[in-house]
């Protein structure tokens, strides 16, 4: 062997450039090589974002029976909130239709005292009227949602 190499003269002893030498401590995050463009690997999202975290194993029977009845009473008052919110709805448009056929009926009233019937001789009466009083020709109806009597055009269909 011809060379400068220095001889083994130990057996727990490291030569230049040897592999298995303990390498300094690099801190967390960089790279032992020295690229800054790789990062070191992060968890994937999905793993990371849990329904319970790690503590909620630790929770005493009680703690969980007292959040179940918790949540519990939660869904039940926004039950609640929900059929009032209905009920009123409901309130509202009987009130609603309510007025409508008071206000048909009152309508109703007012046209029919001031509202001439044609009588025996209808046909002689319409056939002497002009255009314009012609269209002034009302009929009664009675209206499906309110069940009111209303006037309408004579030419409504």
Do not use: C, H
């Not at 309130?91 to 009233?109: G, P, S, T, V």
């Amino acid at each position: 062997m011809t060379g400068s190499a220095d001889p083994i003269t130990s057996a727990n002893q490291y030569l230049k450039g040897d592999i298995l030498k303990d390498k300094p401590k690099i801190p967390k995050g960089r790279n032992v090589s020295g690229r800054s463009w790789k990062l070191r690997p992060q968890k994937r999202a999905s793993s990371l974002i849990t329904k319970t975290t790690q503590n909620n194993r630790s929770k005493s029977w009680e703690k969980k029976m007292k959040e179940k009845e918790q949540r519990r009473a939660l869904i039940e008052r926004e039950r609640e909130i929900k059929e009032e919110k209905r009920q009123e709805a409901i309130a509202k448009k009987e009130r609603r239709l309510e007025n409508e056929r008071k206000r048909m009926e009152n309508e109703f009233k007012v046209a029919s005292k001031s509202a001439q019937m044609l009588g025996k001789n209808a046909d002689m009466k319409m056939k002497a009227m002009n255009k314009r009083q012609l269209r002034q020709i009302k009929k009664t109806r009675i209206n499906n949602k309110t069940g009111a009597i209303e006037f309408v055009s004579a030419y409504a269909k």
